[in-house]
């Protein structure tokens, strides 16, 4: 299957500093990626969806000044936490899609934030 | 957007025994993928079901989509270790399920 690359795998950092997370579609050209978020023994909760040169779109309740996310080219995507304090420790995953592979999501192996 | 509710949320089998897992929508769904996700991991596509009463296999996984196309399930013939994990399911709009998890006693 396809290759999504994220990248750090583990961060941990001090309250009030931002955290930029990449997802890479290593073999394909990923026009949608999509950031989720989980906590422990619960489900993916979606965060944004983000389209190749065009603003995100995040979901109710997700703070887009405090998650940004860019998506430059149809390869990499970033999410960044920004000022992050202890309540954003969390396991963050990102997945990426491509009219190639009919929709099907390819996820990254997530990022595990801890803020201290 | 399509919100998607997964059952039971846990089941714990004897290995050998068969297991069920259910996917029940309030809106009609355009597709429902299933995924995977071991303990530790992250996300494995299985399938996508896309026809109304599709059924599709693979091994010992059949899933099925129902034909109002509102509800899907992913059944497990006589279950191993290596199915532990939490099987969630996905409509189009990338939302997942809760997530049922599983665990296999050998």
């Known amino acids: 299957g396809a290759v999504v690359s994220q990248h750090p795998s583990r961060v941990i950092c001090k309250s009030g500093t931002s955290v930029k997370i990449e997802c890479r579609s290593l073999?394909?050209?990923?026009?949608?990626m999509f950031w989720y978020r989980q906590f422990p023994k619960q489900s993916l909760m979606l965060m944004a969806t983000?389209?190749?040169?065009?603003?995100?779109?995040?979901e109710q309740g997700v703070e887009k000044d405090k998650f940004l996310i860019n998506h430059a080219s149809l390869t990499l995507s970033t999410l960044t936490v920004t000022s992050a304090h202890p309540e954003d420790s969390s396991f963050y995953i990102c997945?990426?899609?491509?009219?190639?592979?009919?929709?099907?999501?390819?996820f990254g192996a997530g990022t595990r934030l801890s803020v201290l | 957007g399509q919100q998607v509710m997964q059952i039971p949320q846990y089941q714990h089998v004897q290995e050998g025994e068969d297991f069920t897992t259910y996917c029940n929508s309030s809106?009609?769904?355009?597709?429902i993928q299933w995924y995977k996700q071991r303990p530790g991991g992250h996300p494995v596509f299985l399938i996508q079901?896309?026809?109304?009463?599709e059924v599709k296999k693979q091994k010992r996984l059949t899933f099925q989509f129902g034909e109002a196309k509102k509800n899907s399930s992913l059944h497990i013939t006589a279950t191993q270790t290596t199915d532990v994990g939490t099987y969630f399911c996905?409509?189009?709009?990338?939302?997942f399920g809760a997530g049922t998890r599983l665990t296999v006693k050998p």
């Open positions: 073999d394909f050209q990923a026009t949608t």
């Open positions: 079901l896309v026809k109304s009463g």
């Open positions: 809106t009609t769904l355009s597709n």
């Open positions: 996905a409509g189009r709009d990338m939302r």
């Open positions: 983000s389209n190749e040169g065009s603003k995100a779109t995040y």
């Open positions: 997945s990426a899609s491509g009219l190639a592979g009919g929709h099907i999501q390819y």
